[in-house]
């Protein structure tokens, strides 16, 4: 049995690895270490690894996030992690040994359906659902009628020029340009709850905020801007079609792609309020899978291709058919529908019952 102490900044241990969260003068720690040590030679293939929660804050982070994703508050030592269990305390060998046995069997004889990957760590089939969650709620923020006003009413613009080549590439450019700015947007939330934590009252504040936005969106679908509505606003809106006259005025390809990509900026920073809610509960929920940096960035990523997914769609579409329509105030109240029950539907569970989403 491998006993390894894991210094700060070290790799994710392998799968199976049972993980030991201890601090120095805690005699239950000792203890544990003691019955750990005793366990070896009938369990040679078992891999240790401790954590000294007093001496690394890594250690010590880690072990709030898992305490919390698992309902166990406050974090004690010693705590045990293996695969997706917890066991907290450990009294002597009679008395505990036997409960951290059965942890250990229990994870040897979960069934092994699992495939590695770089970029999403272990999946499996009790975990597919984040990379299938995160799909699905970056499509659906995807279909944002703010951002979907736009870009159809760009590719309207771009389709009298009756080049294919030319329309695909400013028209790519804006997306790729939007996802490129949601991207930041959404890694500067990640890195504010990975730094902050999610709280109790922050967590609470994030589920009224959710259940707010998709009222009011909801509240669209049946009273279309009447009284407060997330939309870009009116006034925004000539300086928007100034930047896509500047586009569509350009002379050369270089220079109308460098003014979409400036609008498409432009964009993103306008319609903040449209897009505010999913973005933000969305890596709330994140961060408490207790992933590596890298690993997060890829699920950011993963989001970005859903959220991209839909507006590459409509450009491949109006490219290949070399027409497009305006989004119709029909269409924009039903996106608006579809954002709000998920913002709803959101933002009720993490307020009710936030451990589903951990």
Known sequence: MPHTQASEGAAPPPPGTLIVFVRDGCPHCSAAKDYLAQLAPARPDLRVVYRPVDRDPEARDALSRMSRQAGIWPPGVPTFVIEDRIMVGFGDAAESGPELLALLEASATRPAGNVESALFGTLDVDRLGLPLFTVAVGLIDGFNPCATWVLLFLLSLLVRLRDRRRMALIAGTFVLVSGAVYYAFMAAWLNLFLAVGLSAPLR????????????????????????????????????????????MNAESLPTAMAAVAALAVAVNFVELLCTAGLPAIYTA???????????????????????????????????T???SEKLTESSGRWLKLLSG??????????????????
């Open 321 to 323: 058919a070399l027409s």
């Open 204 to 247: 609470v504040a994030l589920a009224v905020l959710a259940i707010l936005i998709g009222a009011i969106n909801t509240k669209d679908f049946f009273a279309w801007r009447q009284g407060l509505s997330l939309s870009i606003p009116e006034k925004a809106k000539p300086g928007l079609f100034a930047r896509m006259r500047q586009v």
């Open 285 to 319: 929920i994140l961060t408490q899978h207790g992933l590596s940096g890298p690993v997060y960035h890829a699920y950011l990523g993963l989001y970005i291709a859903g959220y991209i997914a839909d507006d590459m769609l409509m450009v491949v579409l109006a490219v």
């Open 341 to 358: 029950a998920v913002m709803l539907g959101l933002g009720l569970t993490m307020l009710i019952r936030p451990d589903l989403l951990g």
